[in-house]
T-cell receptor, first 113, second 110 residues
């Protein structure tokens, strides 16, 4: 099983450019999540989708949008990238976060110049 | 104050030593607790869940103290391969999301 697959693995954007980070899971999980990880800040929740058809803001949603395309896929869009969005982005999924925790994808390293 | 706090370290200990980390959480409604391991430039991976009665997995022991609102991770007979960042994580019963600490960096020296 592939688990959680994120694309791309690396990306460099210019300020103001847009892009979509893709995430897909093959574990039939209901819930999916987008986090960013910055040095000294830990993992911060951007958006999550507790089930297909629902999305909710996390701790740091400004500058991002998400789409839960179907049960498998959850994408994160940066409409106008800013240098402050330079980070490592992790997608995660879970059948039940409280019971099983998360399975993470391998991450996308994004640099905005 | 952060909801989940950890000593960032680094902890630098010799191979074979016993090392322990604590993690405090501020919300008493927290229901589930986890330890994750993250290697350099890799994704976090679940190390173990933390149960009220405490649990052990080989050289790793996790404990929960609800009264003082902290969880701990003990690593015995540490190996070079234990070098990593250890993240504690807390889930609330009212939400399907997890809050992570910033991580504690552990370095095992030969």
């Amino acid at each position: 099983n592939a688990g959680v697959t994120q694309t791309p693995k690396f990306q460099v954007l210019k300020t103001g450019q847009s892009m979509t980070l893709q995430c897909a899971q093959d574990m039939n999980h209901n819930s999916m999540y987008w986090y960013r990880q910055d040095p000294g800040m830990g993992l911060r929740l951007i958006y999550y989708s507790a089930s297909e058809g629902t999305t909710d803001k996390g701790e740091v949603p400004n500058g991002y949008n998400v789409s839960r395309l179907n049960k498998r896929e959850f994408s994160l869009r940066l409409e106008s990238a800013a240098p402050s969005q330079t980070s490592v982005y992790f997608c995660a999924s879970s059948e039940s976060a409280q019971t099983y925790g998360y399975t993470f994808g391998s991450g996308t390293r994004l640099t905005v110049v | 104050r952060k909801e989940v706090e950890q000593d960032p370290g680094p902890f630098n200990v010799p191979e074979g030593a016993t090392v322990a980390f604590n993690c405090t959480y501020s919300n008493s409604a927290s229901q589930s607790f986890f330890w994750y391991r993250q290697d350099c430039r890799k994704e976090p991976k679940l190390l173990m869940s933390v149960y009220s009665s405490g649990n052990e997995d080989g050289r790793f022991t996790a404990q929960l103290n609800r009264a003082s609102q902290y969880i701990s991770l003990l690593i015995r007979d540490s190996k070079l391969s234990d070098s990593a960042t250890y993240l504690c994580a807390v889930a609330y019963s009212s939400a399907s999301k997890i809050i992570f600490g910033s991580g504690t960096r552990l370095s095992i020296r030969p």
